[in-house]
């Protein structure tokens, strides 16, 4: 059974960092893109930075220059170092699983980051 587990979250002063993580269990990880969403409040769930099996990478906009996705193979994890975040960065941050070639498709139960002063 698959399972996708993310930490790092937490409460963080405008211009900080956190890394999120995500570590998964019951999934061949190396078959898998790997990507974070994240949903604030009122708003729909929307792509933060996506890797491919490759570590070729792609990120929103509004994180372009601030957030970096990585993934260790070996570890079956991904990350997201997240640096000068915003209070628009506030929001529920939720790691997602894509099978590159059926489809399926795996989420966590997500993790919550508020950039607040």
């Known amino acids: 059974q698959a399972q996708l587990v993310e930490s790092g979250g937490g409460l963080v002063q405008p211009g900080g960092s956190l890394r999120l993580s995500c570590a998964t269990s019951?999934?061949?990880?190396?078959?898998?893109?790997m990507g974070w969403y994240r949903q604030a409040p009122g708003k729909v769930r929307e792509l933060v930075a996506r890797?491919?099996?490759?570590?070729?990478?792609n990120y929103a906009d509004s994180v372009k220059g601030r957030f970096t996705i990585s993934r260790d193979n070996a570890k079956n994890t991904v990350y997201l170092q997240m640096n000068f975040l915003k209070p628009d960065d506030t929001a529920v941050y939720y790691c997602?699983?894509?099978?590159?070639?059926?489809?399926?498709?795996?989420w966590g139960q997500g993790t919550q980051v508020t950039v607040s002063s």
């Open positions: 890797i491919t099996r490759g570590s070729s990478t």
């Open positions: 019951g999934i061949i990880f190396s078959l898998y893109v």
């Open positions: 997602n699983a894509l099978h590159f070639m059926s489809g399926a498709e795996h």
